[in-house]
Nanobody
Framework: QVQLVESGGGLVEAGGSLRLSCAAS????????MAWYRQAPGKQRELVAI???????NYADSVKGRFTISRDSAKNTVDLQMNSLKPEDTAVYYC??????????????WGQGTQVTVSS
């Protein structure tokens, strides 16, 4: 059983910062990637940032220069530092990982989500 537990969401004023954290636990044999997605009310879930095993990163255009994804391989955690937050960043943020477990190759797991609200 693999679990992803997110923390760090909350309410912040526009221009402020938040840091989201996600901890992965369970029978994980190999990480391929860890990512943050978000879903705003009435919108589809979208990729915010992803870090690939090896360290390469990719960001949605809307967050480039403001958000930074980082991973601690020893702790199996991934963080999302969000600066210069805008009201349009308001959403539920989900952690996602693609991994090998003891029985499944390249399986995808999701966290439960954490709410980020940016007031104008």
């Amino acid at each position: 059983q693999v679990q992803l537990v997110e923390s760090g969401g909350g309410l912040v004023e526009a221009g402020g910062s938040l840091r989201l954290s996600c901890a992965a636990s369970g029978s994980i044999f190999r990480f391929y990637s860890m990512a943050w997605y978000r879903q705003a009310p009435g919108k589809q879930r979208e990729l915010v940032a992803i870090i690939i095993n090896g360290g390469s990163t990719n960001y949605a255009d809307s967050v480039k220069g403001r958000f930074t994804i980082s991973r601690d391989s020893a702790k199996n955690t991934v963080d999302l530092q969000m600066n210069s937050l805008k009201p349009e960043d308001t959403a539920v943020y989900y952690c996602q990982t693609t991994i090998d477990t003891e029985s499944v190759y390249k399986s995808i797991y999701w966290g439960q989500g954490t709410q980020v609200t940016v007031s104008s």
